[in-house]
T-cell receptor
């Protein structure tokens, strides 16, 4: 079974540019999550999809971030325009259900550097 | 509000030493789960263990063991006879029950563990 895959693994962009991160969850997993770790700090929740619907986007920092999951399969996270403080590692995770004990399966993350 | 604190930012030990990673959590919920994840140099977060709030039994898996103590709100992780391959960043995380909405993971800051040969 393929795991959660994220693309690209690294991205370096200039302030003001746009970047789109992609996540392919494990096949059959309805729940998809985005998390972010900024420079040595804790990993923080951004949002949660159930299929194509946003279930909780309370962690999204501001309206420069847009997440989509068309068709309930892969998801994209767009940052437009990027700012220096957006640098960090963006993790995607998926799970078959959203039950309390269900562990999330994470991808390798996308390291975003905004210069 | 929920919070997880991993006070040890970095730990460095020599191979074969035992090492304990500390995790202290805060929550007012009575039903919750605690997790440990490992992030090796390759980058992915690998699930290691989960423990529910009603089960304070310690767990051992090979060289890994976990000590859950509700009295001190701690869920510490010990690696016995450490090996170079154990080098990674380790994250402790908490998940609480919510009737609606995502049952989000709340992570600690992570502990970077380096095992030197």
């Amino acid at each position: 079974e393929a795991g959660v895959t994220q693309f690209p693994s690294h991205s370096v962009i200039e302030k003001g540019q746009t970047v789109t991160l992609r996540c392919d969850p494990i096949s059959g997993h309805d729940n998809l999550y985005w998390y972010r770790r900024v420079m040595g700090k804790e990993i923080k929740f951004l949002l949660h999809f159930v299929k194509e619907s946003k279930q909780d986007e309370s962690g999204m920092p501001n309206n420069r971030f847009l997440a989509e999951r068309t068709g309930g399969t892969y998801s994209t996270l767009k940052v437009q325009p990027a700012e220096l403080e957006d640098s960090g590692v963006y993790f995607c995770a998926s799970s078959q259900d959203r039950g309390l004990p269900t562990p999330l399966h994470f991808g390798n993350g996308t390291r975003l550097t905004v210069t | 509000a929920q919070k997880v604190t991993q006070a040890q930012t970095e730990i460095s030990v020599v191979e074969k030493e035992d090492v304990t990673l500390d995790c202290v959590y805060e929550t007012r919920d009575t039903t919750y789960y605690l997790f440990w994840y490992k992030q090796p140099p390759s980058g992915e977060l690998v699930f290691l263990i989960r423990r529910n709030s009603f089960d304070e039994q310690n767990e051992i898996s090979g060289r890994y063991s976990w000590n859950f103590q509700k009295s001190t709100s701690s869920f510490n992780f010990t690696i016995t006879a450490s090996q170079v391959v154990d080098s990674a960043v380790y994250f402790c995380a908490l998940k609480v029950y919510r009737v609606q909405g995502a049952q989000k993971l709340v992570f600690g800051q992570g502990t970077r563990l380096t095992i030197n040969p």
